[in-house]
């Protein structure tokens, strides 16, 4: 995850880039667990 972040930060070159890279990183891992939830309910759904 924080190896992810490392090309970000080094593009904007800003005080407040290592924030924003996190920042980021977080928002890409929660996205990837909304997909997961979804795709994961449709899978019960289906089953059932």
Do not use: T
């Not at 930060?9 to 928002?27: E, Y």
């Amino acid at each position: 995850m924080v190896f992810q972040n490392i090309p970000i930060r080094r593009k904007l070159n800003k005080p407040s880039s290592h924030c924003f890279a996190i920042f980021v990183g977080f928002i890409e891992e929660s996205l990837k667990l909304l997909l997961f939830e979804l795709f994961y309910d449709s899978e019960k759904q289906l089953a059932i």
